[in-house]
């Protein structure tokens, strides 16, 4: 009886692939019309349209190609899923309201500006760095963000670079994120100021002039000193038009935060995009891997 089993199965297993075979390799022979979906059904090749008669025993099959058949013996599209509604988000602000920077007392110098949302990160000593930069970078550090203090200590400067290409002039070292305390990432919002560089700004107009791109930094003492590669070597990201002189503010500016999704594993990054004509919309990046800025 064992034998004979096997035997037969065999046989079915045999014949069931040469229908397979011969299946396949009469695909090419049947061509749909415009408006149909070609489909194997029941072992037989056909063109699926909505409002054809159906068989409801096949309805798993239908179900593959987009159809249905349980209303009617009639096929119809299937309509997908809507999605969930989104969850109920709330932000509530919790704790008094604390002055971490006043220009008049705790400047370093005259253009220590807080001028960037700010973000912060605790290095591998367990010191919390607060960075709100100009475009020199000087941190605030304390052992908590209640004790964060001025360190009058530049660990980003800019290179007023007057070539547009080298993305290396004013640098605001905008976000940071570190994954072990000691090396930390660093993009940052290069902004070239044509005005202040001779034959770069025939009108002479600051805004006319502006352009912003991403570039990098990085820190392999948890944030004490940043450096970047050789320009352009730095570059990280830019809209498609390069500065043109008097074509007015363009460009890609002001990374956010990054934020970690533990749903899917990927780190989020969003840029803003500037437009001449006044709109700024944005853009999303993401990475598994944020300590490698070219992923």
């Known amino acids: 009886m064992r034998r004979s089993t096997v035997a037969v199965g065999c046989a079915v297993a045999v014949l069931s692939a040469s229908v397979l ?18 489909a194997l059904i029941g ?12 068989a ?10 987009g159809f249905d058949c349980s209303v ?18 709330s932000i509530a602000i919790s704790g008094q309201e604390e002055r971490v920077f006043d ?20 290095d591998a000593d367990g010191n919390v760095h607060l960075i709100a930069p100009h475009y020199r970078a000087i941190p605030f550090v304390g052992a908590t963000l209640d004790t964060v203090k001025r360190e009058c200590k530049v660990v980003l400067d800019s290179h007023h670079n007057p070539d547009p290409a080298a993305f290396d002039d004013r640098e605001w070292l905008a976000s940071v994120y570190t994954l ?40 392999t003492d948890g944030g004490n000193s940043f450096t970047h590669a050789t320009p352009p ?9 390069r500065y043109v002189p008097d074509s007015g503010r363009r460009g890609i500016a002001v990374p956010s935060t990054i934020v970690r999704n533990p749903a899917d594993g990927y780190y989020y990054l ?4 500037n437009d001449s004509s006044g709109r700024y919309p944005g853009v999303l990046l993401r990475t598994r891997t944020p300590d490698k800025p070219g992923s």
């Open 21 to 38: 075979v011969s299946l396949a390799t009469g695909a090419s022979e049947v061509a749909c019309p415009a408006g149909t979906v070609k």
């Open 43 to 54: 072992g037989k090749r056909v063109c699926l349209k909505a409002g054809q008669k159906c």
């Open 56 to 65: 409801p025993r096949y309805n798993a099959r239908y179900h593959k190609y």
């Open 72 to 89: 009617g013996a009639r096929l119809t599209r299937r309509r997908p899923k809507p999605p969930p509604p989104p969850k109920s988000v």
């Open 103 to 122: 220009w008049a007392s705790d400047r370093c110098n005259d253009e220590d500006i807080p001028d960037l949302p700010a973000r912060a990160y605790r």
């Open 180 to 219: 072990d305390g000691r090396n930390v990432v660093g993009f940052v919002e290069d902004e070239y100021w044509g005005s202040t560089h001779p034959g770069q700004c025939p009108s002479g107009d600051f805004n006319r002039c502006w352009y912003s791109t991403i570039t990098t930094a990085d820190s």
């Open 233 to 241: 070597g730095h570059f990280f990201a830019q809209i498609p038009a």
């Open 270 to 273: 969003a840029l803003q995009v």
